[in-house]
């Protein structure tokens, strides 16, 4: 059931009204409180709403959606990330303030979890717009900690999520930074992603299907 409800506050975030997008993110916060594992599991749809709303003119609904991540990030355990939630929060809030800071955050964390589907929603969003920065030295780090990230991605279903959405952004890694290394990391990182990602074919043989 929790789709149908997202969909209806999410539906509710394109409201002219600010009062009804306050109210949709209070609701949203409050699924924190939720199953956790179900939540994770939309992490990265939930994310993406929420950043589009970060530049909304009305100061009560950036306020309010400030409040929202806070809360829905409660839900990710991976404690690699834990301790700089807050400052890819802040990059998304405030993205020319933020960004490269919470890039040199990430670029100086040690990954040793294994990147589930709530770590990774979090953060490719902040990665795939680093990747795309005029800055070499930006695209650099992002490159850097999504390199560290596919190592670690060891659910096919997860590689294959996002797999369309760093592939486009790693091939033009390759294409256009000037930095042969940092070539390097995007090709290895597509390789990687490519490799578990296809595993997840021969997963979905096995799962039910809809009308089971």
């Known amino acids: 059931s929790i789709k149908i409800v997202l969909n209806i506050l999410f539906k509710s975030f394109e409201s002219l009204k600010w009062q009804t997008k306050c109210g949709a993110l209070a609701i949203l916060g409050m699924f924190k409180d939720l199953k956790k594992e179900v939540v994770q599991q939309n992490i990265p749809i939930i994310i993406l709403k929420l950043i589009d709303l970060t530049s909304d003119i009305k100061r009560d609904v950036k306020e309010e959606t400030r409040e929202c991540f806070t809360k829905i990030c409660s839900v990710i355990d991976n404690i690699d990330i834990i301790n700089i939630i807050p400052d890819v929060i802040n990059a998304y809030m405030e ?118």
Do not use: H, W
Request: proline content about 5%; aromatic content about 4%; hydrophobic content about 40%.
């Open 95 to 212: 993205p020319v303030k933020y960004t490269e800071q919470s890039l040199d955050k990430l670029v100086s964390t040690s990954f040793i979890n294994e990147m589930d589907l709530s770590t990774l929603g979090l953060l490719i969003p902040l990665l795939t717009k680093g990747m795309r920065e005029k800055k070499v030295a930006v695209k650099r780090r992002a490159a850097l900690v999504i390199g560290n990230m596919c190592k670690l991605v060891n659910d096919p279903r997860t590689a294959a999520e996002f797999y369309p959405i760093l592939k486009p952004v790693l091939e033009r890694g390759i294409d256009e930074i000037a930095i042969e290394e940092v070539r390097n990391v995007c090709s290895k990182s597509l390789e990687t992603l490519q490799r578990v990602s296809s595993e997840a074919a021969e997963i979905s043989e096995n799962v039910l299907k809809p009308e089971e």
